[in-house]
Structure formats: C-alpha cells, structure tokens
C-alpha cells in the first residue's frame, strides 16, 4: 500500500494532560472503542482502590479515547505501542486510579444524588439526542450498545461520577489567590528592562589572527574528532521515478503551449507600473495644506506620521496607470520619484508618491516557449507517474525487487547513507516524505511505495547500519580549517570582550569601544532577533549598570543594563493582567488541593493493580 506519510508519528508538545476524567465525554469521545468487548476469563477489572474496583470496560474506553485524540492530533492511526512510549497508558491509570479514590471516598461518607438529577444528565445529553434534537431512547440504547453498556450500568456509573463532582467540587471550590502572591507574580511578569549590548565581530580584535599551519590543524582535528565524525546512519537501497527524469520524454504539443501563453498573457505582456503610496486627508483643503508645507521642504514621512499611519498603511505596491484614476496621468508623467496632488480618490483627496518606475516587459511566445514546454512535460510525466503508482503497489505486493521494478518501470537504481539529523539534505533525502519514510524504516519493513510531494513515487529497503565513522584529516581538511578559524575567533573574541569589561567598570563609556545596540523596553519573555537565547535571562538577572560578557559559539558580546521599570500599578491593562494571574493561581491551588486530597485518599483506602489484567485490556489492541 503506498505511503504518502511517516506511520511513526512524533511527539508534538507535551501529550494532553489527563485530568480528573468524565464518564460522559469518554462515551461522546470514546465511540471508536466499540470493538473491545471482553478480556476472556471472566475478568472484570483491573484492579480496586479500597473497596471499589477499576472497571476493565472503562480502562478500556479511557485508553480508546487517548489514543483518538493522539490519532487526530498527528493525523494519522497512533497505535497503543506508539502512545505507550509517550506514557499515555500510565497517565490514563493515573487518572483512573484518583477517580476510583474519589468514588470510594464518595460511597465512604453516602455521598449521592437522586434519580431526577441522573434523568436530567441523560436527557440533556446531546449524545443520547434523535434527529429532532430532542432526547431519543433508541439514541440512547445504540451509544451504549456500541460501548458494551448496559442502562443499568451506564446509570450507576453515571450516579457515581456526578457524585465524584460535587466532591471534587467541594475539595476544589473557593480557593482564593492570595493578595501578595498576585502582586508579587504581577510585579515579576510586568517588569520591563532597557539594556545596552556591544557586539564583537573578527574586526574588533587589535590584530588579524594568525594562519595556523598544518600541525595545528592536526592537532585540532584530533582534540576534536567527534566534531569531524561522521553519524551513524540507515544505508538504504531505493528505486525512484521521479518527474524530472522522465519529463524529457514527454510529447509537447504545440497548439496546447500556445492556448496555455495566450491564457496567462498578463504573465508575460505587463504594462508599465509604478511603486506608490497615497496618503489620504479629510478635505482637499488639508490636502492643499499638506502640499504647501511639502513644497517649502517638510519631510513627507512627517504628514504620514501626523495623521498616525505608517508608510505601510498608505503603500499602494505597484499599479498602473488606470489603477491610479485621476491621479494616473500625473503619476505616470514623472520622470523621477516625486509627489503629485491632491488628488480625488475613493477615499478622498490624496497625495500620490512615486518611488519607482518598472519598465514595461513583453515575453513573445518564442521566448517563453521552452518554460511553458517544460511546465507541460512535467506535469504529464506527474500524470504519467500517477498512472503506474498502482502497478507498482502490484508488484511489490506480488513479491517483486527493487531491480524487477527498474526493469518494469524504468525507475533509477541508487543508494544512501540517511541520517535523520542532518540539517541540509540533498538529492532524494531532501523530499519530505522520503526523510519520514527512511525514518521509520526497519530490517523487517517490506519495501512499500512512497508519493513525493512533486509528484514522484519512490520504494525504500533497508540495507544495513553504517556505524558513526571518523572523518580522516585529509577528507575533512576545509571544514577542520573552519571550525580551527572560529574556535580561535571566539577564544580571541572572548578576551577582548573581558578586557573591554574591565575597561568600563574602569569608567569609559561603552560606546568608545564600538556600536552599542540600545533596548530600552522589554520584557522578561521578549525576544531580540538574532539574540542568543542567553541574553534574555542574563539582562532579567542584573541590576542597573551591572556587565557581562555574553557568549555563545560565533556570539560574543559585552552586555550593560540601563534600567529597571517596575510594572505599573494602576490602569486596565495592569487590572486584567492582575486578574489574569489571580485566576490561574487560584486554578492552580484547587488542583493542587485536589491531587493531594485523592493521594491521601488512595494512600488511606490502598490501592492493588492486577497487571496480568492490564496487559489483557492492552491484548485487545493489538
């Protein structure tokens, strides 16, 4: 079967955090989990917290339900193999396990609700509603048939969880962030610092380093040779056909290129255009006024700003000249960049500014013939090659070789050493899905087909692992001699760094030792571009006139920080935020209550897993 994705998904984030865990959104979320019916043995649960017994059945539809979610989340089927290795199964238990402490806990103190409030819950439920939108039996009947429930089951499981609710709601409920907690995380996250930074580059050593000779570089190679080995990699055996290869082939016909230039015309024949801005005004006096002053010598971007927009905001791009309206003729009459106006426009009088003029361009079909015939061979040798996907899954499926497929089908013949981590992949590594094909391949994978995304279709086999291997001197001479170049750069770098230091605490200024790049407002969690990512924390670290040199491989840099400002105590945005924090602190207290309470729970009433049963639940997804 061909294969257009990676079948070994990868963690995307930390996997969803299971919670306190509803009975009602595991029936909505867990109907995929029909098909788990019985565990053989007369074997019911997985194991007990005081007196009340984990249900295999819901252990069951709880793991169902994670591995759905894990299934949509990466796209693709996650088997319970693959969620195990993410701990999914554990979490689950977990979860289960301080449910069941909560429900002891429950039926311990006669904790319990009525029949009217479990009619309510299932009547109101939209998994249990017909066609009109109303509660339906039969509704009713078939969800909890296709999750081997029965009404009785279903409702004491049912009375139990809402009574777990109103414990847990009484364990978790009237929490209230302390005040100085509040102001004390307000005033850590509205903090806002300016700091001064000093870059040093090879042009600020006091001499050009010397050329180190070869015995230098020898020995660097040596002392480093991790740094010049080569990584353990999957040697594999492909056949491809890929487009590019086969294009060539490909008939063109003469009358379709000619219908294909004639419809994307405005491709190759394009008027003359102009680059543009037009900054509107309320009335054509103001227009006239802005003019005037523009004529006597004010700065253009002085009237943006005054009527608060940026060139951004009034940037036309290029136009023609019956984009432009009436102010057309006058834009395209000068010969340089300039301003004409006013003039009326659909948002009303304007200033026009030119800034450039692109020149009219015509592509004759002749000159365009050669693109256009190889944008149609390409796209046939796609269709070509979309056509004989299904053979090939024949084939391979019939037993066939990777050398069978290149007899029958023309496919190229080659090989690589694929290393997962490498940052620029060529030739065929480069495609995507051939990079998460080669992934997951094993010693034990059949060759199967892979789609590439220009439309290619390649077949992978494992050959063998080729060991992490040591580059010798002579092959890795250039790369040695760079990383010997920057290494001794950042060794010289970081001298002069301490000594331009030392110079300041001294009392010379910063700035006599080179352009200092000033920051006067960030903060904790902003971001400087082209910043390492130990610059934030070192400026959130230091007081007003402090230093540090800040070093990273190829960055080195003196830092000073100028200011602290606290973070405001008054106005809305420092009322939200303040009420932001106290929410999550408050959320964060009842949870942490609420762990400690079914801990203590589960501790007290004591708790026995039946692994031999877990592993019967876990037989069944396999």
Known sequence: MTKTQDETPRKKGKAGQVVVWALMAMLVVGLGGFGISNFGGGVTSIGRVGEREID????????????????????????????????????????????????????????????????????????????????????????????????????????????????????????????????????????????????????DLPAPLPEPDTAALQAFHDANIAQFTRPEAKRIRYAALLPETIAADQQVDEAALRKLYDDRIAEFVQPEKRLVERLVFPSAEAAQAAKARLDAGE??????????????????????????????????????????????????????????????????????????????Q????????????????????????????????????????????????????????????????????????????????????????????????????????????????????????????????????LGAFGIVDRTANIAREGFVKGMPEALMPAVFQMQPGDLRVIETAGFTAVLQLDSITPAPTEGPEADALKAAISAQAEQALAQDALVLFSNALTAEAGIFLDQAAINAVHAQFN
């Open 299 to 376: 700065a253009f971007e002085a009237l943006v700003a005054e009527r608060g927009l940026t060139l951004q905001d009034i940037d036309l791009g290029d136009v023609s000249v019956q984009e432009l309206g009436a102010a057309g003729d006058a834009v395209f009459g000068l010969e340089g960049p300039d301003v004409v106006g006013p003039f009326d426009s659909d948002l009303g009088p304007a200033l026009f500014r030119m800034n450039a003029i692109l020149a009219a361009q015509e592509i004759s079909f002749d000159e365009a013939r050669a693109d256009l015939a190889l944008e149609q």
């Open 378 to 509: 390409s796209d046939a040798a796609r269709r070509s090659i979309a056509d004989r996907v299904e053979e090939i899954d024949d084939l391979l499926a019939g037993g066939a070789s990777l050398d069978d497929l290149a007899r029958e089908q023309g496919m190229t013949l080659d090989s690589v050493d694929y290393v997962s981590a490498d940052p620029a992949p060529e030739g065929i590594a480069a495609y995507p899905a051939f990079r998460a094909a080669a992934d997951a391949l094993s010693a034990d994978d059949f060759p199967e087909a892979v789609l590439l995304d220009d439309g290619g279709v390649v077949v992978l086999q494992f050959v063998e692992t080729v060991p992490a291997t040591p580059i010798p001197f002579d092959d890795a001479a250039d790369d040695v001699a760079e990383a010997y170049a920057a290494a001794q750069t950042d060794k010289a770098l970081s001298s002069r760094a301490v000594d331009i230091k030392a110079a300041v605490e001294a009392g010379q200024p």
């Open 56 to 203: 295999t059945g819901t252990y069951a539809r709880a793991l169902q339900a994670e591995l759905n979610a894990l299934s949509a989340q990466f796209g693709q089927s996650v088997s319970l193999t693959q969620a195990q290795g993410f701990g999914i199964d554990r979490q689950v238990l977990q979860s289960l396990v301080a449910q069941t402490a909560l429900d002891n806990e429950a039926v311990r103190v006669k904790l319990s609700v009525g029949d009217a409030v479990v009619a309510q819950q299932i009547t109101n439920s939209p998994a249990f509603q017909g066609t009109a939108g109303r509660f339906d039996r039969e509704a009713y009947r078939f969800v909890l048939d296709r999750n081997n429930l029965t009404e009785s089951r279903y409702e004491t499981a049912l009375r139990a969880d809402i009574a777990r609710q109103l414990l847990t709601g009484a364990v978790a409920g009237g929490f209230t962030s302390p005040a100085v907690l509040t102001d004390t995380l307000y005033g850590w996250v509205g903090e806002r610092r300016g700091f001064s930074l000093l870059r040093l580059t090879a042009a």
